[in-house]
């Protein structure tokens, strides 16, 4: 029965959704950047806010990063990544980052939501969207986590199995059988990931088609801030 | 917006399909013989999990065999006492239903089998391995082919990556595929093991090593190794998953910790008296 299911599900989930959701994606991002400009920004998240702040920023951002740049050169590079992995001590150093990065991802998402939830001023501009997203990110890393944890030794696998599935999909001649056959908590990894970049037009995950990067390297700029004499801090809420 | 939006959406749908149904191109059976079928059948090379199918169509009429390879479970089911019997032979092993098998591909296969039959020897033989005792070399090379330190001719991706043994050592092989350790005795022997690392027939395994098949001299070093590890016995019981789930706990608290002392009163200067301090109203 579940075979059956399966064989029926998996040229959707493997075939098909990719097209819709890249589709999807491409079509409602330019869309969105075409008619609503000003909406290309991922609101307030007061940002000026450092304490709490902190631990979703910063682990969240720098733990994401690590594990994207991962799944490309993967994507990229797969003969040069097994080539790699050749030696079971290179491996296991790769996969321990990556699991660390994994951790700390999932460590900055919760803080994050949690913030977010527990923050009047940031769940007022909240959109069910974006809590919608929260959970799909939260699915996707956990997944990943578990995959790492339960399937290693993804960096090898996902080079030979994995990136020529994606390729196929690239030539627009899909081949799916290689993925078929994984376990659920992997291609639940995979829909999920299709199910993220198919929603994110709709979602503030759009500021990552428009980081400002040249902030990186501009020059330090002096803001003022003109303050009336206010009452004491001590009283307010 | 939201019109357009669902229009284009549709458009991919329909694109996707009209993909999907497009790749189903015809099968060369040579091919598709040697990726599906050598992991369970030889032609004249005697019996793996399934029979040899050398002068099958003698035994059984073609149209029963076509039927057969197109939906092998469904004739099965049906009580088919010939099928039945071929069943408990093969330890009741289920031939696959075979992506991409139609009633054209299937003629073709008898077609293919008719033809080798008449050979005196078949291409599709089989490996045939001696019976010997392997050195402690072979076993070696064997090792370092599983590990991936002796790169695959062919461009295959090592064991390692998806299968762990017994006695490995540091955090074992991988875990997306079973256990090896004893995979020696489940395929029966250096027969059964050599059928199936000649054409791997899991969904998972074929697509790779049907484009990167592993050469017969890498092929006897691997029986060797397997086949020592069945010897030694066991299973991997080490807790080389806990060890991997603590070490990468560990290094993400550390992670944080130097986050913490390297950024803690980042910026702090100018934010907390912008976020403290209060602006009044109209201000």
Redesign the interface.
């Known amino acids: 029965m579940v075979s059956t299911a399966s064989s029926y599900l998996d ?1 959707l989930l493997f ?6 959701v890249f ?2 994606f491409f ?2 991002t330019i ?1 969105r950047y075409r ?1 609503r400009t000003f909406s290309y920004s991922s609101l307030s998240s ?1 940002f ?3 304490r709490r702040h ?2 979703g920023l ?2 969240f951002h ?1 733990g994401i990063l690590v594990v994207l740049t991962g799944h490309v050169v993967a994507f990229l590079f797969p ?1 040069e990544l ?2 790699f ?5 290179r ?2 150093i790769l ?3 990556a ?2 990065f ?3 991802t999932l ?1 900055g998402l919760v803080a994050s939501v949690a913030r977010r939830f527990e923050v009047s001023k940031i769940r007022k501009v909240t959109s069910v969207s974006d809590w919608v997203l929260f959970a799909l990110l939260l699915v996707q890393v956990v997944s990943g986590i578990y995959v ?7 960096s ?2 996902f ?3 994995v990136t ?1 599935y994606l390729w196929s999909l690239v030539k ?4 799916f ?2 993925i ?4 659920l908590s ?1 291609k639940l990894h995979i829909v999920n990931a299709y199910l993220v970049i198919g929603f994110m037009p709709f979602t503030r995950l759009v500021h990552v088609l428009v980081v400002p990067n040249p902030y990186l390297w501009r020059r330090p700029q002096v803001v003022r ?1 003109y ?2 004499p ?2 004491s ?1 001590a009283g ?1 809420s | 917006m939201k019109r357009l939006t669902n229009r284009l959406s549709f458009l991919s749908l329909c694109g996707a399909v009209w993909l999907v149904v497009g790749a189903a191109a015809a099968q060369d059976p040579v091919e598709f013989f040697r990726q599906n079928c050598t992991s369970c059948h030889t032609i004249g090379g005697g019996r793996l999990t399934g029979p040899d199918l050398k002068n099958v169509t003698q035994q059984k009429d073609r149209a029963w065999l076509e039927n057969f390879i197109q939906n092998p479970r469904a004739v099965i089911d049906s009580g088919d006492p010939y099928a039945l019997k071929l069943f408990e032979e093969a330890r009741r092993v289920l031939m696959p239903t075979l992506p991409g098998m139609n009633p054209e591909l299937a003629k073709k296969l008898i077609d293919l089998i008719e033809a080798e039959s008449k050979l005196e020897e078949s291409q599709f033989k089989g490996l045939q391995i001696t019976d010997r005792p392997f050195t402690p070399r072979e076993i070696e090379i064997g090792r370092e082919i599983f590990l991936g330190s002796r790169k695959l001719a062919n461009g295959g991706p090592a064991c390692f990556s998806c299968h762990t043994m017994k006695g490995l050592g540091g955090l074992g092989g991988g875990r997306l595929g079973p256990d090896l350790t004893r995979v020696y005795e489940r395929l029966k022997g250096r027969q059964g093991l050599g059928a199936w690392l000649m054409a791997p027939a899991t969904q998972t395994m074929r697509p790779l090593f049907g484009k990167h098949p592993l050469q017969p001299d890498e092929i006897l070093p691997l029986i060797a190794f397997l086949e020592d590890a069945a010897h030694k016995g066991g299973e991997d019981t080490s807790v080389a998953i806990l060890n991997f789930f603590f070490l990468g706990l560990g290094g993400a608290i550390l992670a944080l910790v130097c986050f913490d002392a390297a950024w803690r009163w980042r910026l702090r200067g100018v934010r907390q008296p912008l976020t403290e301090g209060e602006i009044p109203r109209g201000a």
């Open positions: 040229p075939a098909v959704l990719p097209y819709v589709f999807t079509l409602v869309q008619m007061q000026l806010e450092n902190f631990w910063v682990p720098y003969r097994l080539l992995n050749s030696r079971p001590i491996l296991y996969e321990a980052s699991l660390i994994g951790l700390l460590v790492a944890v339960f399937h290693p030794w993804g090898s696998w080079a030979a199995s020529p627009m001649n899909p081949d059988t290689s078929a056959a994984m376990p992997v801030w303050r009336r206010g009452p801090p307010k």
